[in-house]
């Protein structure tokens, strides 16, 4: 069973970037797809970007697109988030999960499908 941990959140300004890390134990993290989850104050959990296990295919909510990007790297167990641009409706709880398809190139935006979640780091945009 493969335990993540979110590090990198903060506070920032409007226009500021962060960049943030999931470092994952207990298992080897290129056996899953994987994704970054963020929760809003009084929203549902949703996905900001997902990569593939082979760090092929990649997948971006609408609202992140050119500002976000996701990567991993498979040598140190470890997945990113490098956000850019950041605006006062990026501040969330941000989480990285791990899904365990069978499939290469799969990307799952169902929350359902990842089995594995870290505990979150906050970000917080200040305008």
């Known amino acids: 069973q493969v335990q993540l941990v979110e590090s990198g959140g903060g506070l920032v300004q409007t226009g500021g970037s962060l960049r943030l890390s999931c470092a994952a134990s207990g298992g080897t993290v290129s056996r899953y797809a994987m994704g970054w989850f963020r929760r809003a104050p009084g929203k549902e959990r949703e996905i900001v970007a997902g990569?593939?296990?082979?760090?092929?295919?990649?997948y971006y909510v609408d609202s992140v697109k050119g500002r976000f990007t996701i990567s991993r790297d498979n040598a140190r167990n470890t997945l990113y988030l490098q956000m850019n641009s950041l605006k006062p409706e990026d501040t969330a709880v941000y989480y990285c999960a791990a899904n365990p398809t069978p499939y290469t190139y799969a990307i799952s935006k169902d929350r359902d499908e990842y089995d594995y979640w870290g505990q979150g780091t906050q970000v917080t945009v200040s305008s």
């Open positions: 990569i593939s296990k082979s760090g092929m295919s990649t």
